[in-house]
């Protein structure tokens, strides 16, 4: 007889906003949102950057030798070598994502 387990999966990830004044003109108080999202804040808009950072490969650009991920709506996030994703724009500040814990079992 087949048995089926549900698995929760839970990581902490996190994101800087070195300018957060200029973030919240340009994605909140500006036009952005009118193309992508509402959010009322940074960190609304940091749970979206995450979800897509997360389900969005990380592509080679052989050209600078870089990893990249590409969200739409930002600029490329590059990954340094501290392992940090740090995004290529300076319309709105740097965003830096990082992974604080990966992917585990939540289960009880």
């Not at 087949?2 to 957060?20: A, M, N």
């Not at 870089?66 to 940090?84: C, M």
């Amino acid at each position: 007889m087949r048995t089926i387990h549900k698995i929760d999966l839970q990581g902490v990830f996190s994101v800087e906003f070195t300018d957060p004044e200029k973030s919240k003109a340009f994605f909140i108080d500006g036009q952005w949102k009118d193309s992508f999202y509402d959010f009322s804040s940074l960190g609304s808009l940091s749970g979206h950057i995450v979800f897509n950072f997360y389900h969005t490969p990380r592509a080679y650009k052989a050209a600078k030798g870089d990893f990249i991920k590409n969200i739409e709506g930002f600029s490329a996030f590059i990954l340094n070598p501290a392992g940090n994703y740090v995004s290529s724009d300076n319309d709105y500040g740097k965003i830096i994502v990082k992974c604080v814990h990966e992917l585990h079992s939540v289960q009880q």
